[in-house]
């Protein structure tokens, strides 16, 4: 039967397709934050360089069919998403100017369009001028004597962090097989050819100082990219039973970072099922989870360019042994009485307080196994020497923001503003056992806060959680405790099942 449409059901269907096609459409700015925001941070660099002015190129395409993403510097001054952009901030005129690629017509019919150079990027990015990327090269000559300030360390993004970067540079310039400059350095030559009488600077130390104090809204995207570390990780627990994979569980954190909208990882997983944890950065994620394993999970998402990092560690089982408790419950009241002298003031006053607090903790647990005990005094001992340390502020963990290892610069002082994690560890070298635990930490004006605190961390909230379904036997049933796990063909995961499912009916 032939159905017509009233005039106002017309209008109503024609509304509803343009609000489709335009939701549809690609995000040519960033909806991160505010591009006041970016305008801030770049009057800022203006008021530290003086009459200077500031040049930083932003990253470029990839050789792979994948997502472009910006590198964290460019992205902190601009918030601009499209390759091979440059930026100067010019102190003395106040002035800054984008540099962007031309339209490319043909890409654009493929992969949508882009922010290109003229008076709507300016009017999107907030950005003085927006110009073609052809007349950097003039601009550049008319520098003449001036101080050029410009990034010396090798630019990050997604998964990237500034020691990394650092170690895969040394390695470089290590290597007679790839000893090339890096492409930094080629920016710089490039620039002392166009313009032989400028002085330079390391733009770094400026950009890292500020990044250093994260702004409410930057505070935001960390707790987002938290909750939905959290979330993973939670996950990830539920479905947890000896026969899985540690790629298995990495992958489940996968999905729902995707899920809420995730644009990577921040760093790779860290799936480690019982003595693998004891290599701190372990990510083979080959192993099968083992009946009493003690499983570490520690996996973040990349979320608008912020991340996080967390860390919880579980019984593949679900359930913890006798051993395992005692170990882990003198670690959790070891690792809290660090969490709760945190506040705003002298690193080194915090670590002597923490201290204290430990050697009341040791004093009231009872041990049954002299193995932990030892490695608990260990643990206490080696805070009673950073407390004393001439960087103290080394002994309480690593920035978090843009990168999971955060830009930072030397401090003693806790500001409010400031995000960290605390990650110590309490391991039993001979026996390969491993104990940590990782929480996004927030310093507030009267305190701290922190980010992570609903991911369960306590031995009965982490087995209450584990009790619950979990995403993976949704999917599959989990297997019994200490039975074979099926085999793909008897999960209904072989070839005759995947081609009868493939050629089945379908109802729509």
């Given amino acids: 039967?032939?159905?017509?449409?009233?005039?106002?059901?017309?209008?109503?269907?024609?509304?509803?397709?343009?609000?489709?096609?335009?939701?549809?459409?690609?995000?040519?700015?960033?909806?991160?934050?505010?591009?006041?925001?970016?305008?801030?941070?770049?009057?800022?660099?203006?008021?530290?360089?003086?009459?200077?002015?500031?040049?930083?190129?932003?990253?470029t395409e990839t050789a792979a069919y994948e997502k472009f993403r910006q590198s964290n510097q460019f992205f902190y001054l601009t918030g601009v998403e499209v390759p091979r952009a440059i930026l100067t901030i010019d102190g003395r005129a106040k002035v800054s100017t984008l540099y962007l690629l031309p339209r490319n017509e043909r890409m654009e019919r493929s992969e949508g369009p882009v922010l290109t150079p003229g008076d709507e990027a300016a009017r999107l990015t907030g950005i003085e001028r927006v110009l073609p990327r052809d007349q950097f090269a003039a601009a550049a000559k008319a520098f003449g004597k001036r101080m050029v300030y410009t990034?010396?360390?090798?630019?990050?993004?997604?998964?990237?962090?500034?020691?990394?970067?650092?170690?895969?540079?040394?390695?470089?310039?290590?290597?007679?097989?790839?000893?090339?400059?890096?492409?930094?350095q080629w920016f710089l030559t490039r620039l002392h050819e166009h313009a032989p009488a400028i002085e330079v600077k390391d733009l770094d130390p400026i950009v890292d100082a500020m990044r250093l104090i994260k702004s409410p809204a930057e505070i935001a995207l960390i707790r987002e990219a938290t909750r939905i570390a959290g979330l993973g990780i939670m996950e990830a627990m539920r479905s947890a039973a000896p026969g899985m994979y540690e790629y298995e569980v990495g992958a489940i954190a996968d999905y729902v970072f995707r899920?809420?909208?995730?644009?990577?990882?921040?760093?790779?997983?860290?799936?480690?099922?019982?003595?693998?944890?004891?290599?701190?950065?372990?990510?083979?994620?080959?192993?099968?989870?083992?009946?009493?394993?003690?499983v570490l999970l520690d996996y973040a998402p990349d979320y608008k360019y912020y991340t996080s990092d967390v860390t919880r560690m579980f019984p593949a089982n679900g359930r913890f042994t006798a051993d395992q408790k005692e170990r882990y419950t003198i670690y959790l009241r070891l690792y809290q009485a660090l969490m709760t002298s945190i506040k705003p003031g002298q690193a080194s006053a915090i670590l002597r307080e923490t201290v204290k607090k430990m050697d009341g903790i040791m004093a009231a647990f009872t041990f049954a196994n002299p193995k932990n005990k030892d490695a608990a005094l260990r643990f206490v001992d080696g805070y009673r020497k950073r407390a004393e340390a001439a960087t103290p502020g080394r002994g309480l963990g690593h920035m978090v923001g843009m990168e999971v290892h955060d830009?930072?610069?030397?401090?003693?002082?806790?500001?409010?503003?400031?995000?960290?994690?605390?990650e110590p560890a309490l391991t039993i070298p001979e026996d390969r056992v491993y104990v940590r635990l990782e929480d996004v930490i927030l310093i507030t004006a009267t305190g701290y806060e922190n980010l992570s605190a609903f991911v369960p961390a306590e031995v009965?909230?982490?087995?209450?959680?584990?009790?619950?379904?979990?995403?993976?036997?949704?999917?599959?049933?989990?297997?019994?405790?200490?039975?074979?796990p099926p085999s793909d063909r008897e999960r209904g995961w072989g070839p005759a099942s995947i081609e009868k499912s493939r050629t089945a009916p379908r109802n729509r």
């Fill in 259 to 294: 899920k809420h909208n995730s644009q990577g990882v921040g760093y790779y997983a860290l799936v480690a099922t019982g003595t693998n944890a004891a290599w701190p950065h372990y990510h083979a994620s080959q192993a099968q989870l083992k009946d009493g394993d003690f």
């Fill in 460 to 484: 009965a909230d982490i087995e209450k959680l584990m009790a619950e379904t979990g995403f993976a036997e949704r999917e599959r049933p989990r297997p019994e405790r200490g039975a074979k």
């Fill in 1 to 59: 039967m032939k159905h017509h449409l009233t005039p106002a059901a017309a209008l109503v269907l024609s509304a509803c397709a343009l609000t489709a096609e335009a939701n549809a459409q690609p995000r040519i700015f960033t909806d991160a934050l505010a591009k006041e925001e970016f305008a801030a941070r770049r009057a800022r660099v203006m008021a530290e360089i003086g009459d200077g002015v500031a040049v930083i190129q932003g990253a």
């Fill in 151 to 184: 990034p010396y360390r090798g630019e990050t993004r997604s998964a990237g962090t500034p020691d990394r970067e650092a170690a895969h540079a040394a390695a470089r310039r290590a290597d007679p097989w790839d000893n090339q400059p890096s492409r930094e």
């Fill in 407 to 422: 830009v930072t610069v030397p401090f003693d002082e806790l500001r409010p503003g400031m995000v960290f994690t605390i």
